[in-house]
């Protein structure tokens, strides 16, 4: 068993970058949710916020779905959960979405969506890692 305030545990999941993966990576980070004594309406929140997240990426920055999604998970010393989805797709950047065209799929436009993800989780910041090639979206989880 986990001790859920040890800053020095981090857990990871990495799946491809296809849309039948999401239910795996939510599961994941769920459970570390559990496991870190939050309540069960907070994680259905955070369920929501994950599943955008993870469409915009899958959608937006890995199209090909041979890229790959890796998801960490750590505790913070005063309760919260440091979350990273890394990514092996082209830059994007969800939370400045006037930086992106809008693109087609079948001729219904889109365009990245994070309502869900700004409600749940005040503490959300973006980077790219030029020189390995991945998108970084880093969460601050607090109950």
């Excluded at 993870?54 to 959608?59: D, G, R, V």
């Excluded at 092996?88 to 889109?110: C, K, R, W, Y």
Aim: with cysteine; glycine share 6%.
């Amino acid at each position: 068993m986990r001790k859920p305030l040890d800053a020095e545990i981090s857990e990871e999941i990495v799946v491809a970058a296809r849309t039948d993966s999401v239910p795996k990576v939510v599961e994941f980070v769920s459970a570390y949710a559990r496991e870190m004594a939050f309540g069960e309406e907070r994680i259905d929140q955070i369920r929501l916020a994950l599943e955008e997240a993870l469409a915009n990426i899958i959608c937006f920055a890995c199209p090909q779905g041979s890229e790959e999604i890796r998801v960490t998970c750590g505790a913070h010393e005063m309760g919260a959960i440091l979350l990273n989805i890394i990514d092996t797709g082209i830059p994007f950047n969800m939370l400045v979405m006037s930086a992106f065209p809008e693109t087609t799929d079948g001729g219904a436009g889109q365009i990245p969506s994070t309502g869900r993800m700004k409600r749940a989780i005040k503490d959300v910041e973006y980077r790219r890692d030029g020189a390995e090639r991945k998108n970084i979206l880093a969460w601050v989880i607090s109950k």
